[in-house]
């Protein structure tokens, strides 16, 4: 990977956002996850998380949670699965840089 701080930016703007769009955004978020705790990575079961570029009502948001929390017991039986939506646009904006992203997306 490249060090934004040996490398100048160009024509095609800083460095450091070229960084990002280099990876995938998919693959820093399958790495954010797959980092996560063990305890923490266990309370995803029965969770979809998706990356979409944006919530439609509020533009800024980096992610939602959508459903059931599991302290309240969760999704039951024939509920859909809860959700997590998390927003390319918003964090690719705020976060440069590839680490800061991933633990962005981690937190």
Do not use: C, K
């Amino acid at each position: 990977m490249l060090n934004q701080h040996n490398v100048h930016g160009g024509a095609d703007g800083p460095v450091s956002a070229r960084i990002v769009r280099a990876v995938s955004f998919d693959d820093v978020v399958r790495e954010a996850l797959d980092t996560l705790p063990r305890d923490i990575a266990r309370g995803l079961r029965n969770v979809a998380v998706v990356v979409e570029d944006e919530n439609d009502e509020e533009p800024d948001l980096y992610g939602l949670f959508e459903g059931i929390p599991l302290t309240e017991g969760g999704p039951g039986p024939g509920d859909l699965p809860n959700r997590i939506a998390i927003y390319r646009r918003p964090l690719q904006a705020d976060f440069t840089d590839v680490d800061e992203l991933r633990e962005e997306i981690r937190i």
